[in-house]
């Protein structure tokens, strides 16, 4: 069980704190402060996945979020996470790790087929051969193509975690604590900035926690770190937040965090939320991201066992982890000589070290040639051989001239590569920043351009650590003076460039074997090779963006943090350009990924949208009400009796309206108070009807229209005092209506003098409709006299219902005698009781917004939004009665007069009546003029229409409809038809108004 | 998320605001009096500069006001906000970085 490849000492690591911990059902064992990579790779474990295409086996590369190969899915249930990174999992006791993209299991996987068969999915294979027939894209290829290419399964179960989300404003967002990092915030807090430092790792210090000689200011390494984290935690001006992604930078300096809060411990305490997500408004960004290592391209450089260089170095001095025992070092880059010395100290056997470059003379490169390492210069890698973890490798000499010598072949269980390092321009980029090529690095850096934001450190390309304190202290101070200001000097000056700059390659290495059948990986999650890379070019494409997508080099989950460099070198020889002509493709937010949890926060389930619901709606699913949406409200559509469907239920309500009396909630309809001296002749100028002589305490049913002459809404409107006006709205019409007031009354007419007031949640409106509708309001109103004489249609009295202040409409959608009671919403609910115990003995049925609906079409009364769209003006709906003749202007009034609102042909609003009276139409169909014949049934006919609104009409007996057609009013008793698939329908135009079209019913 | 600088409220998240089109076109004092070519310049017509646009904004969730601002359309950075009736404030083109 303990992990074979540990070593005995050294490592930030707990040895006395032991994790078990299982991967596809097999039980290992780690220690406190290990990664899920780290452990495995000390019980030598290399093969953990499959790849996305080929399927072929992988291991892990990296040591950290740049890992492209070693995916896993953790956890399970409704904590399953897949598409992890097991370089950045922390190792927990019991974890439960599973890898991907296998069948049967990791050691034999059917779709390794793939591979064999590889000469047949070249770039662009799927682009090329699925296309015909073209239907079976969908059903047959699509699915096919996606369950054996992939990633791991989607969590089936809904997330059981709780997510949470905070804003933070700060002088100085440090991203990235390394020595850079950690520098400047030091530097940053020193000079007076409240600073916010963040560190995807567990551990803050990133390159410092693998330093096990260096000193700075004479002090060991891990010294110097404590002692700074210390400093930083004891400052009440720095947060700090480890395992904490910066993912996206977003305008004006807005940074996303993703702070990972309770995948670390073994098991989460209830409530504690697992992620939280930050929007960091920071004054100053100083980046301080680090740079990524680059793998080298050779034959099969893919093999589990095959490292990045300085990753293995990783494993070994902060996890105490030989990731090898025999270990040969590829190299085009300096820094792989550290990696081979320091394994060489730690025991681990170099087999020899090959650098594709004809000398290597850097101090590190010495100190490996003094401890006595065997170094290759000119030599190049041709083939790796191993089917589960790389065995051997061919390495041949490369002359000057270009050509591979004779091979020979090395015995390892280890490939250590290095090809350089790229700088994490990633933020910087998204935060349109400037980026420049910078040859002797063979990467791009960050060149100005981003307000606020500035690179320290080797994410500007300084490497080495003494150089990147030095450009994190120049870059804190800089923080702190721009966002601080008030005298603060930047005492040091960022670090230039060296001049002995080290880079390196981006070119494939050289071999002797045709480069048609080789697979040199470029990127490895998606499986692009460099032969991917240079079919795309040959084939035609020349944008790297082009490129990009169509080879999908770049475009995995890791967003080719390892990959992008070496294609863009691979494409930019292809294409015969210089690097810097064939550009970069687009950095993009998020840098790793991020969980849905994260974005969503609080916003699930309940709270994912908020619901509006009205005073009575408690009792009304109580009382078995089917609710419809309109808008975010819960309206009551209707109340069906045991088995009732809606139809019946809608014909009984309608029939108990129409007869004896019905109670309706009315209290979403929008309400806006107008209050003021001038708030009359706002309404003239706002409405299209004249407001100056209606006198208080009547009503008037209002119209506005936009500029453009359509109409923006309807409602009615009591006048209360000679300066103040109740005004309703539709439902959904509220809030933009009160944005369309508030617009010309703070912007066209800032002089009048008048004021404008929500008002929709603040009153219940009970409407009660009927011819018995008086009768139940009398035994709940003393103070106001309802009397037909009194209080005539269309009029509005302030008195009490119950005893509680109210305001009480005489007003119709139905077509009867009815009241709106308006009451605080607070006694919404028991004013609503009141009503129905008055009206137990008149049979006094409640009624949703379906019955509602029925009756005001029978009456031809229009919703605006069902009935009317953007283009219809108000005598379209036969609403010309409303306009004020004599008003000078009003808004809309103007585009009234042009040409085209005035064409006799324009669609204009009719009922239609089917010949049929059981059919009820389709809302939505068109209509036709002339009838249909079996001989031109699919010929093109004119649409001259289409219906509005339609509903069977159980007063009626029939079905009937609202129906926008062109130059409608001229065609009544013309015959229609409606087309629909199972034939014509035959319908007669008729007047809108369907029932009681004198209105006498209005005054029962 | 841009950082809008609300002028009776100050700076303020982008989210608590609503755009409301291009400041400056003033109604006509007398719509009657126009041709329909010139109310449908007003209706319709509306600049779509890269660089310096004045634009109205509404500090919807937050004081309510409307107000107008110069936002560059080519960067998203604003210039100026300010009150309605105040003139258009003088503001020198964008000119890149501030610094490196």
Sequence with gaps: MSAPFRLGAGGRIDRSRKLRFWLDRKAYEGVAGDTLASALLANGVHLVGRSFKYHRPRGIMAAGSDEPNALVSVGSGSRFTPNLRATQVELTDGLVAQSQNRWPSLGRDFGALNDVFSPLFPAGFYYKTFMWPKSAWKRIYEPKIRAMAGLGRAPTLPDSDTYTQRYAHCDALIVGAGPAGIAAALAAEAHGARVILCDEQAELGGSLLAETKATIDGKEASAWLSDALSRLSHSPNVRWLSRTTAFGCFPHNMVGLAERLTDHLPSPSEGRPRERLWQVRAKEVVLATGALERPLVFPDNDRPGIMLADAARQYLARYAVKPGTRVVVVTAHDQAYRAATELAEAGVEIAAILDIRQDASGSWAEQARGAGLHILSSTTICATSGRHRVSSVEIAPVGRDGKVGPRSRLACDLVLMCGGFTPAIHLFSQARG?????????????????????????????????????????????????????????????????????????????????????????????????????????????????????????????????????????????????????????????????????????????????VRVTPTHDWASAHGAVFEDVGQWKRARYFPLKDEDMHRAVARECQAVRQSVGVFDASTLGKIEIVGPDAAEFMNRIYVNPWSRLEPGRCRYGVMLREDGSILDDGVVGRLAADRFHVTTTTGGAAQVLNHMEDFLQTEWSGLDCWLTSTTEQWAVIAVQGPDSRKILERLVDDIDLSAAAMPHMSVREGHVCGVPARVFRVSFTGELGFEINVPADHGRAVWQAVLDAGFSRSLTPYGTEAMHVMRAEKGYIIVGQDTDGTVTADDVGLSWAIGKTKKDFVGKRSLARPALSDPGRKQLVGLVTEDPELVLEEGAQIIAEEPTASHRSAPHKMIGHVTSSYFSATLGRGIALAMVAGGRRRMGETLYVPMPEGSIKAVVTNPVFLDPEGKRLDA | MLLIDCPFCGKRPELEFRYAGEAHIARPADPSGLGDEAWGRFLYGRGNPRGMHAERWRHLNGCGRFFNALRDTTDDRFAATYKIGEERPMVAEPQGARKA
């Design chain 1, 434 to 610: 400037k980026l420049r090529f910078e040859e002797r690095l063979n990467a791009f850096l960050p060149d100005g351009g981003a307000e606020g934001v500035r690179c320290a450190g080797a994410s500007r390309g300084i490497f080495g650590l003494d150089a990147a304190i030095a450009d994190g202290v120049a870059a804190g101070e800089a923080a702190a003076r721009d966002a601080v200001g008030g005298g603060v000097e930047a005492a040091h000056s960022p670090v230039p460039l060296p001049k002995d700059l080290d880079g390196r390659r981006l070119d494939p290495l050289p071999h002797d074997r045709s480069p048609h059948r080789v697979k040199a990986f470029v990127d490895f999650q998606n499986d692009v090779t460099a032969k991917d890379v240079k079919l795309a070019v040959r084939e035609g494409f020349r944008s790297i963006e082009h490129i990009k997508r169509y080879t999908t080099t770049g475009m995995a989950t890791d967003q080719g943090k390892t990959s992008n460099m070496n294609a863009l070198g691979i494409a930019a020889s292809a294409l015969d350009k210089p690097l810097p002509d064939v550009g970069l493709t687009t950095f993009r937010m998020p840098y790793t990924p991020v969980t849905f949890g994260t974005f969503a926060g609080v916003a699930r389930g309940e709270l994912f949208d908020p």
